[in-house]
């Protein structure tokens, strides 16, 4: 049954294409990940990584690790990144590695417009053999997949001010077609993000950041996340996350020093996987290169 299971989620994988681009709770403090333009928006250097468990308690379920960095380049209105993640779904297993590069002008109002491209690719790899296929008669689990190399680029617009942000993207416009799987739905789709976000401040103590992150892909309906933070002293975020039809989510994270910071989120799953699944967990760690006396100047919100 174990395998079963597995192959249902790698064939709704293949059709709905849902889970091809990294499934991030704290989109938030992660917005380069979908859109290159949200890159070198700050005045020092970034980095982060981010790990994700996803459906924990079900065999095969995604699990993704992370790496991005994050150079401005204040000299030449512009910012530079650098990114690496690992996804693994049952027998998938994908390698990608891509660079961003933004350019920022100032349009009015104190507002910013980044304009981004990203680039890269992805090594996608698939031991099809292994959830076993009796009875099961389908093209695209008929063979394996090894190294199978997936070069694409993205483009991106990211417009910002300190109490806002606001972007549109499509981190990988070009379609693949995983190898050997042209004739039937296994591959990679084009995906569109909207992101957008508000930063109000209540009182001195404590800030609220409502955000909203969209996702659109053929062959399957939007993904909708819908989050509503607190910041508590610039120490401490606190908040909750909506996902549509699939989960809610608390999010806390924690400013451990002048660099470090550290966050966690737990997604309760709604959707029928509650039943095999004791919901999602993600950690993210962040290091800001900055020197301790310009920290008090400084109120990264996004």
Do not use: C
């Not at 090894?146 to 416009?173: H, I, Q, T, W």
């Not at 992101?195 to 659109?216: A, C, L, W």
């Amino acid at each position: 049954m174990k395998h079963i299971a597995i192959l249902l989620l790698v064939a709704s994988t293949f059709t709905l294409k849902a889970q091809q681009d990294p499934l991030y709770t704290q989109y938030m403090f992660n917005l380069s990940s979908v859109n290159a333009a949200a890159i070198g928006r700050a005045d020092y250097m970034s980095f982060m990584t981010v790990n994700r468990f996803q459906w924990v308690g079900f065999e095969g379920a995604p699990n993704t690790y992370s790496l991005t960095a994050d150079v401005p380049l204040p000299k030449y209105n512009s910012g530079v990144g650098l990114s690496y993640f690992y996804d693994k779904v049952g027998p998938e297993r994908s390698n990608n590695l891509y660079f961003d590069y933004a350019y920022h002008i100032k349009v009015a109002y104190g507002i910013k417009l980044g304009m981004g491209l990203k680039a890269g690719f992805k090594v996608f790899s698939a031991d099809f053999s292994k959830i076993g296929q009796e009875g099961v008669e389908d093209e695209q689990f008929s063979k394996d997949v090894y190294g199978d190399l997936m070069p694409n680029f993205g483009l991106g617009l990211f417009a910002y001010r300190d109490d806002f942000y606001f972007g549109v993207s499509s981190p990988k416009m070009v379609n693949h077609k995983y190898e050997g799987t042209d004739d039937v739905s296994g591959g990679e789709e084009r995906h569109f993000f909207i992101i957008g976000g508000y930063v109000y401040k209540i009182n001195r103590e404590i800030t609220f950041k409502p955000s909203i992150h969209s996702k659109m892909v053929k062959g399957s309906p939007p993904s909708v996340d819908i989050t509503a933070n607190f910041l508590f002293r610039e120490m401490i975020w606190g908040g909750l996350s909506y996902r549509t039809g699939d989960a809610l989510a608390i999010i806390t994270q924690v400013q451990i020093d002048n660099r470090f910071r550290l966050g966690y989120a737990y997604d309760i799953t709604l959707s029928k996987m509650r039943k095999a699944s004791s919901g999602s967990h993600e950690i993210m760690l962040t290091y800001d290169l900055i020197k301790t006396e310009d920290r008090p100047k400084i109120s990264r919100f996004f």
